[in-house]
């Protein structure tokens, strides 16, 4: 069973305001990564991390930005929300060298 | 391009019976693959993987099987149960790499 934890689980929020999602793991897992789900379509990679410090951008293009302070953490931020950001955001880790990624419960978000 | 496809967006299964869900993908170089479960307003779950070197790996009432020459991959589930009702992801990876590439879903019914 995998330890990985976000909160909001859910939130609205209006248009322009700012919003950090939070994700922690405990499994001292050296990847993370964000993915982004839309009701009935694929998940997408929007961004990933190798460590501490180091963060990179997925194959969806993404207007959020993410940082790795520490290894059990990986919060992504919107600075200005707007409808089109609403959908499913779901966190996930991996060992470094392993193949099955984990995943939180996930964050929906509403923009109004 | 999609690289992964679930041809099946939903199947239905009568309880007890096999439910066999399907999943053909088109990079030849992918060399592990996973099955993931979802239900809603929750994350993916791990489910089931095999490497490119196997055809078969089985766990309980779950079996994958990998068909390399057809680049298919199928989920078989028996006997069926009704918490089985979810959607059911393939997604696809090369060793090392860690970033998934998932397929669009298919969302199993088990009727009682």
């Known amino acids: 069973e995998a330890d990985i934890y976000q909160t909001p689980r859910y939130l609205v929020i209006g248009t322009g305001k700012k919003i950090t999602l939070e994700c922690s793991q405990t499994?001292?897992?050296?990847?993370m990564y964000w993915y982004q789900q839309d009701p009935g379509m694929e998940l997408h990679l929007i961004h990933y991390s190798y460590g501490v410090n180091s963060t990179e951008k997925g194959d969806l293009s993404s207007e959020s930005t993410v940082s790795r302070i520490r290894t059990e953490h990986f919060p992504l931020t919107l600075e200005s929300a707007r409808p089109s950001h609403t959908s499913q955001y779901l966190c996930?880790?991996?060992?470094?060298?392993?193949?099955?990624?984990?995943f939180g419960e996930g964050s929906w978000l509403t923009v109004v | 391009d999609q690289q992964v496809k679930q041809n099946s967006p939903s199947l239905s299964v009568q309880e007890g019976r096999i439910s066999i869900l399907n999943c053909d993908y088109t990079?030849?170089?992918?060399?592990?693959f996973l099955w993931y479960k979802k239900y809603p307003a929750e994350g993916p779950t791990f489910l089931i993987s095999?490497?490119?070197?196997?055809d078969k790996n089985e766990d309980g009432r779950f079996t994958v099987f990998l068909n390399k020459s057809a680049k298919h991959l199928s989920l078989h589930i028996v006997p069926s149960q009704p918490g089985d009702s979810a959607v059911y992801f393939c997604a696809e990876t090369n060793f090392g790499n860690e970033k998934l590439t998932f397929g669009t879903g298919t969302r199993l019914t088990i009727i009682p």
């Open positions: 095999i490497s490119s070197i196997k």
């Open positions: 990079n030849s170089m992918f060399d592990y």
């Open positions: 499994m001292g897992h050296d990847k």
């Open positions: 996930a880790s991996s060992e470094y060298g392993g193949n099955t990624i984990y």
